[in-house]
């Protein structure tokens, strides 16, 4: 998730952020080319891939196909 605040500057290149976009992960300023927190080298940068590990094997589970559903069709 992406939070808007007042215009700052990008915490990993310096340029001006006119939208001025915070790191959902370390609430560090950043700019859109280096929101991803591989780019600015997210400090939390572990805690937000455990997060999207636990995401998809939640959602890949829910999404598995089950031997009934196949019957069922």
Same mark, same amino acid.
């Given at each position: 998730m992406i939070v808007l605040r007042s215009m700052g500057r990008c915490v990993c290149c310096r340029k001006k952020n006119?939208?001025?976009l915070a790191c959902k992960w370390c609430s560090q300023s950043v =700019?859109?080319? =280096?929101?991803?927190?591989? +780019?600015?080298q997210c400090p939390s940068l572990s805690? =937000? +891939?455990?997060?999207?590990?636990m995401e998809l094997n939640t959602r890949l589970h829910e999404e598995q196909v089950r031997?009934?559903?196949l019957e069922a069709i």
């Open positions: 006119h939208m001025d =700019c859109t080319r =280096c929101v991803l927190p591989e +780019v600015h805690e =937000c +891939v455990a997060h999207k590990t031997k009934r559903k």
